[in-house]
T-cell receptor, first 116, second 110 residues
Framework: EPEVTQTPSHQVTQMGQEVILRCVPI?????FYWYRQILGQKVEFLVSFYNNEISEKSEIFDDQFSVERPDGSNFTLKIRSTKLEDSAMYFC??????????????FGPGTRLTVT | GQSLEQPSEVTAVEGAIVQINCTYQTSGFYGLSWYQQHDGGAPTFLSY????GLEETGRFSSFLSRSDSYGYLLLQELQMKDSASYFCAVRGDSSYKLIFGSGTRLLVRP
């Protein structure tokens, strides 16, 4: 069964450093998302991406964040200058476009980001 | 704004039935979904309701009442592996982003 993959599984970085989190969405999906989950809290929407551009972003997704689909398979989230409060699990998700299945988002296993 | 309320924790015994409620407040409404998340794992889609009524998928069912801004997830014949967090999530506007509730931690006891 196709699945969303993410690398790395765990990233430790120092405050102020740049990190890039990588995702490979399911190949025939058209919508891509990044969410984050601070330990013990709810999943929060960051950004959605469709047709090679951002379709929506949340208040969390400020100028320090960017997303890119550099080729036909990868989808990346970059944090330019990490802060302590960026420590969280970051989930990539993807979904179809049409029909009921567009509401079913498939989540990757996540990247645990620890900022020290 | 958009907000969802669900109980923080529910405990039940193996073989029993449990219902996890979710009430929501959104400026628009395009559907209510339920996701399961085991500790350290990713959210996994369980069900989706766009219209009023009950949707059944095996041991899990989900119900929606749009007039009451309310839904629930019903888990039958509980198994130990059902111990996890369960999140309701709404699609509140024409975008496909999901707004998640704070989650209900279900503990299934033998």
């Amino acid at each position: 069964e196709p699945e969303v993959t993410q690398t790395p599984s765990h990233q430790v970085t120092q405050m102020g450093q740049e990190v890039i989190l990588r995702c490979v969405p399911i190949s025939n999906h058209l919508y891509f998302y990044w969410y984050r989950q601070i330990l013990g809290q709810k999943v929060e929407f960051l950004v959605s991406f469709y047709n090679n551009e951002i379709s929506e972003k949340s208040e969390i997704f400020d100028d320090q964040f960017s997303v890119e689909r550099p080729d036909g398979s990868n989808f990346t989230l970059k944090i330019r200058s990490t802060k302590l409060e960026d420590s969280a699990m970051y989930f990539c998700a993807s979904s179809h476009r049409t029909g009921g299945s567009s509401y079913e988002q498939y989540f990757g296993p996540g990247t645990r980001l620890t900022v020290t | 704004g958009q907000s969802l309320e669900q109980p923080s924790e529910v405990t039940a015994v193996e073989g029993a039935i449990v219902q996890i409620n979710c009430t929501y407040q959104t400026s628009g409404f395009y559907g209510l979904s339920w996701y399961q998340q085991h500790d350290g794992g990713a959210p996994t889609f369980l069900s989706y309701n766009a219209l009023d009524g009950l949707e059944e998928t095996g041991r899990f069912s989900s119900f929606l009442s749009r007039s009451d801004s309310y839904g629930y997830l019903l888990l039958q014949e509980l198994q130990m592996k059902d111990s996890a967090s369960y999140f309701c999530a709404v699609r509140g506007d024409s975008s496909y982003k999901l707004i998640f509730g704070s989650g209900t931690r279900l503990l299934v006891r033998p």
